[in-house]
C-alpha cells in the first residue's frame, strides 16, 4: 500500500504493507533510527513519536493507519546546529546517560512543554511516566525539562 | 507470533460506519475473522504474545480508528453521547467530559500512560472486556447504555446486560461498539475514583472502584458502581447498591457494609494479587465511598 505522510515537516511516500509497525518503517525503509523499540508493547515509550500532534507508541500504530497523518520523531525536533531548549539541557543538567530512552523522553517532553509552559515536577512526572529509564533515577531529566521551562520562557527558544 | 508477521495480515479501512456495518456482516457471514483496529493497544499486545496465524487464518484488520462517527462526544437534554472510538486523552479533554462525567476524566487519567490515552479508546476497552477495564467500570458507574449497530440497526445494551462471564457478552459478532450513553446524574451528584495497583501509571489495578451517587436529605437516590479486577466480569456490586439506595446514609454502618460487598463478590488470588487483599481493599474503597456520601463507616 502506497501511504504519503508529513514526516519531520516534509512529505513522505512509502510502499510498504499496511499492518507493519510505524517503528519498523520509520527505522527501516525511512531510515530514521532515532526511535528506539525496548519492549512491544507499550510499557516502556522509548518509541515514542508524535501523531498528528499527540504522544504515541510507534510499536502499537500500523503505518496502513498513518496515511495523511502528520508524524514528528526526535530527528524533527532540532539539528544538531539550532538543538531545541529540551535537547540542550538534557545535554546540560545530565538528562542522558546511556541514552536509549532520551529519544522517547525528549518526544514526550517536548510535547509537554508546548501544551503546558511551566509545568509543575508532578506534571513533569505525569508526562513521563510511560517513559522508562533504567540509568538516571529520573531526578536528572526532571531538571532537565524544569530547565527547558525556564530557557523557554525566558527567550531561549531556537 | 512474531510482530514480523503481521506484514501478511490484510489491512483495510472502514469508510463510514454504513459500509463498515455491511462489510462486517459479509465477514461474520462468511465466519472469516476479523478485527476492528482502534488504537491497538490491546490487539497489538496480544499479537505479540499468540503463537502465529495458520496460513490463510489471519484476521482481517479494518482500521476504524478515523471513523468520524465513533469519534463524536455529544450532549443532547440530560443524555451524554460519548463515540466509541473517543480516546481516553480526549476525554481528558473534552469539556463535555469534564463538566458532566468528571468520573470519566478521573479515570481516564489513571490508564497507561499519556501515549496510550492518546490512542486507547473506550470502544476497545469495551470490546476486550478485561474485568481490570478502568473505562468498564467507569462507564458502569454512570449506569451506562451501550449502543451497538450492525446491519440490522442499531440495538442499546444496558450495562447491567453487557458481560455475562469472562470476555463473554450480549453484543452479537456483528455488532459494533458506536457509543456509550449516560443519563446524567446532574451537576450535585457525587461521584468517586480510586484505582489500586502498583504503581499510578502503566498499572492494571488490584481493584479499582468507580461510583456515581445522588443524595437527597440523606438518602441515596441514584447509586452506580463499577468495580474492576475483582471478578470475571466489572463487578455491579448489586447488594451494596441495593443497601445504599434503600438504607438512609446515617443508618449505613461498617459491618453492614463489608458484608454487602462480601455477598457481592468473590476476589481470586493472580499474578497482581491475592484475593484475600483484594476483598480487604474492595472494602476498604466502597467504606470511603460510603463515607464521601457522608455515611458514618
Ligand atoms: C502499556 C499499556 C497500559 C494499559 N493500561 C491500561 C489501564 O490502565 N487500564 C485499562 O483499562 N486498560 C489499559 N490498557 C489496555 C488498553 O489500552 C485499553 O483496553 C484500551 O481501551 C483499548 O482500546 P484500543 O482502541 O487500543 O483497542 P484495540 O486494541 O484497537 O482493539 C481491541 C479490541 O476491541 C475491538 N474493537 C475496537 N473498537 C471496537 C468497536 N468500536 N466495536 C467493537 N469492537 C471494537 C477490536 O476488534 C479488538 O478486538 C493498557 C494497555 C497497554 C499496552
Ligand atoms: S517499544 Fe514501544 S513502548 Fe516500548
Ligand atoms: S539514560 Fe539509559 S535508559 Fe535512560
Redesign the interface.
Known amino acids: 500500500?502506497l501511504i504519503r505522510l508529513k514526516l519531520n515537516g516534509q512529505l513522505r511516500e512509502v510502499d510498504t504493507?499496511?499492518?507493519?509497525?510505524l517503528l519498523?518503517v520509520l527505522r527501516e525503509e525511512l531510515e530514521l533510527t532515532g526511535t528506539k523499540e525496548g519492549c512491544?508493547?507499550?510499557?516502556c515509550?522509548t518509541c515514542?513519536v508524535l501523531?498528528d500532534g499527540?504522544?504515541?507508541?510507534a510499536?502499537?500504530?500500523?503505518i496502513?493507519?498513518c496515511d495523511g497523518r502528520d508524524v514528528v520523531t526526535v530527528e524533527g525536533l532540532g539539528s544538531e546546529a539550532h538543538l531545541l531548549p529540551i535537547q540542550k539541557t538534557f545535554v546540560t543538567e545530565g538528562g542522558a546517560q546511556c541514552g536509549i530512552c532520551t529519544p522517547g523522553m525528549l518526544i514526550?517532553a517536548e510535547a509537554l512543554l508546548r501544551r503546558n509552559a511551566s509545568p509543575t515536577d508532578e506534571q513533569i512526572r505525569?508526562?513521563l511516566?510511560?517513559?522508562l529509564c533504567r540509568c538516571t533515577g529520573y531526578e536528572r531529566i526532571v531538571a532537565s525539562v524544569r530547565a527547558a521551562a525556564l530557557a523557554r520562557s525566558s527567550g531561549g527558544a531556537s | 507470533m512474531t510482530?514480523a508477521d503481521?506484514?501478511?495480515?490484510?489491512?483495510e479501512?472502514a469508510g463510514d460506519l454504513a459500509s463498515l456495518c455491511a462489510r462486517v456482516g459479509e465477514l461474520a457471514d462468511s465466519e472469516q475473522p476479523f478485527v476492528l483496529?482502534a488504537?491497538?493497544?490491546d490487539w497489538?499486545?496480544e499479537q505479540?504474545l499468540r503463537k502465529p496465524f495458520a496460513a490463510g487464518a489471519e484476521p482481517r484488520?479494518i482500521?476504524v480508528?478515523?471513523l468520524d462517527k465513533l469519534r463524536e462526544i455529544r450532549l443532547e437534554g440530560n443524555v451524554l453521547s460519548i463515540g466509541a472510538g473517543v480516546t481516553y486523552?480526549e476525554m481528558r479533554n473534552s469539556p463535555e467530559v469534564r463538566a458532566h462525567a468528571p468520573l470519566l476524566e478521573r479515570m481516564a487519567r489513571d490508564v497507561?500512560?499519556?501515549?496510550?490515552q492518546?490512542?486507547g479508546t473506550l470502544g476497545g476497552n469495551l470490546a476486550t472486556g478485561s474485568p481490570a477495564a478502568d473505562g468498564v467500570a467507569a462507564v458502569a458507574a454512570y449506569d451506562a447504555i451501550l449502543v451497538v449497530q450492525s446491519r440490522r440497526g442499531v440495538r442499546r445494551i444496558p450495562m447491567s446486560e453487557l458481560q455475562t462471564g469472562y470476555k463473554a457478552s450480549t453484543r452479537e459478532g456483528d455488532e459494533i461498539f458506536v457509543a456509550v450513553e449516560i443519563l446524567l446524574p446532574g451537576p450535585d451528584a457525587r461521584w468517586y475514583w480510586r484505582k489500586v495497583g502498583t504503581r499510578?501509571?502503566?498499572a492494571i489495578s488490584k481493584v479499582a472502584l468507580g461510583g456515581v451517587a445522588r443524595v437527597e436529605a440523606g438518602q441515596v437516590v441514584r447509586c452506580g458502581l463499577g468495580m474492576a479486577s475483582v471478578a470475571p466480569v466489572t463487578a455491579l456490586l448489586p447488594r451494596t447498591r441495593e443497601l445504599f439506595l434503600s438504607t438512609k446514609l446515617e443508618k449505613i454502618g461498617p459491618v453492614q457494609l463489608d458484608k454487602a460487598v462480601d455477598s457481592d463478590i468473590s476476589p481470586i488470588d493472580d499474578v497482581r494479587s491475592t484475593g484475600e487483599y483484594r476483598l480487604h481493599v474492595a472494602k476498604s474503597v466502597v467504606r470511603d465511598f460510603a463515607r464521601a456520601l457522608g455515611a458514618r463507616v
Do not use: K, Y
Open positions: 500500500m504493507a499496511p499492518m507493519r509497525r519498523d512491544g508493547e507499550g510499557e515509550g515514542t501523531l499527540e504522544v504515541v507508541n510499536c502499537m500504530v500500523v496502513g493507519q514526550s505525569e508526562a511516566a510511560g517513559n | 510482530i503481521l506484514a501478511s495480515v490484510p489491512f479501512r483496529l488504537g491497538g493497544t497489538m499486545v505479540e484488520v482500521d480508528s478515523r486523552w497507561g500512560a499519556i501515549q496510550i492518546a490512542r499510578r501509571a502503566q
